[in-house]
């Protein structure tokens, strides 16, 4: 589904969507005829929903393909993320507020741990304090200086930090050095085209510094980086939806997604209860939430099955609350599958679901994937058609042509 179409039959109408996003909530089960995560939750009011609603399975980005955050946001917020590419640095730039200039190159960084061979233990450093990270940030920041070069380097959260190159010809083309795995050394700083990057010397020089600084930190010392990039200049979800929209995220990265499509960043608490209050809170102001639930993916990434299980019965029993502001459109899905037993983004379908009045509910009785499949939207439905439809059932879309 193209924007410019979808832009063209936007019209006003007095109704309300909310897109609940419980990131990474697709999962597996542990044994070959177990249940996923989703399925062992018990979830009596998002099954009460699913029986009013149709549901399925969408696809982030393509069959096969295992999508970042990134890419699983903008296909639910209606971008194609194959056409519409960003990297982490910019979102995470943007969701602490930093002030990103023209030509400044942007990369998510974590702190992480190796040992003596140099071989990567723990990618985030086992997830140390946000206090700590500020402190190895301002470590950073006073230590290394790049030739002609202005260096950022800030605290997003845990074990994430911001890293912001600024300075001329600096390029953001360039890939990760971060290799996904535990047990592997961090990657060398390496160009994305054939073109002489200069970039490139600059990110090798500030990894050679940070890991001399840190070396004997414990357990953060050393860097990995990810998601270089430049700030892109797109069509914004509020203007092209004709939707006055908000975003209620407790992660800056999600913030700052939400940012870049141009959406409201409303000012929230840190757990889901907080969440769901500021959405309460806001309820009157906007005609489109996107409500962000961040742990359903931490604890898939850290293997923890029943904590993933806590945060989704968490979330159930705090669903009632927005049931009861009488939304039109209710939408509820993830932006990918994080399985427990993975311990990492999947290619696996995502269960979805889509609630209002006007829908033609389906035989679904459970939210969880083996039901989802069967459900009226099909077991592979393209993420970036979910707004249009959206838009359609809360009668905001023309009818086209003749």
């Not at 490139?200 to 600084?213: G, M, P, R, Y």
């Amino acid at each position: 589904m193209d924007l410019e179409f979808i832009g063209k039959l936007v019209k006003h109408a007095d109704t309300k969507i909310v897109m609940l996003i419980m990131d990474g909530i697709g999962g597996l089960p542990k044994t070959s005829n177990g249940k996923t995560e989703l399925e062992k939750s018990h979830t009596r009011n998002l099954d009460l929903l699913a029986t009013k609603s149709i549901c399925g399975l969408q696809i982030p980005v393509r069959n096969g393909i295992t999508p970042g955050s990134g890419p699983g946001h903008l296909g639910v917020f209606g971008y194609d993320p194959v056409k519409y590419q960003v990297g982490r640095g910019v979102l995470a730039a943007l969701g602490i507020n930093f002030d990103l200039k023209p030509g400044d190159v942007a990369a998510r960084g974590n702190f992480c741990t190796v040992d003596k061979k140099g071989l990567v233990t723990d990618r985030r450093a086992g997830r140390i304090s946000t206090k700590k990270n500020e402190e190895l940030c301002k470590l950073l920041c006073k230590k290394i200086k790049l030739r002609d070069t202005e260096v950022f380097v800030q605290t997003v959260k845990e074990h994430r930090f911001l890293l912001v190159l600024r300075g001329k010809n600096i390029s953001g083309e360039l890939h990760d050095t971060d290799p996904q795995e535990v047990g592997k050394k961090p990657l060398e700083p390496n160009s994305l085209s054939s073109k002489k990057n200069k970039t490139v010397e600059l990110v090798k020089d500030f990894v050679d510094q940070a890991s001399n600084i840190l070396k004997d930190e414990k357990p953060a010392n050393m860097v990995l980086l990810r998601g270089f990039s430049k700030r892109p200049n797109w069509p914004t979800f509020p203007e092209n939806f004709g939707l006055k929209s908000a975003a209620i995220a407790a992660y800056p990265m999600y913030r700052g997604l939400a940012k870049l499509v141009g959406m409201d960043v409303l000012k929230t608490g840190d757990t889901i209860k907080e969440e769901f209050a500021t959405l309460e809170k806001n309820w009157k102001k906007y005609d489109f939430f996107f409500l962000h639930i961040k742990k359903t993916d931490s604890y898939g990434e850290d293997g923890n099955f029943n904590n993933k299980i806590s945060v989704i019965e968490e979330v159930d029993k705090e669903l009632p609350r927005l049931i009861d502001l009488d939304p039109d459109v209710v939408i509820v899905t993830g932006d990918h599958s994080t399985p427990a037993v993975l311990k990492k983004h999947s290619w696996h379908p995502v269960p979805l679901m889509l609630y209002s009045k006007y829908c033609r509910p389906d035989n679904v009785k459970h939210f969880g994937e083996r039901e989802c499949i069967n459900g009226g939207l099909g077991p592979r439905f393209p993420a970036k058609d979910i707004m249009p439809l959206a838009l359609a059932n809360a009668e905001r879309l023309e009818k086209f042509g003749a």
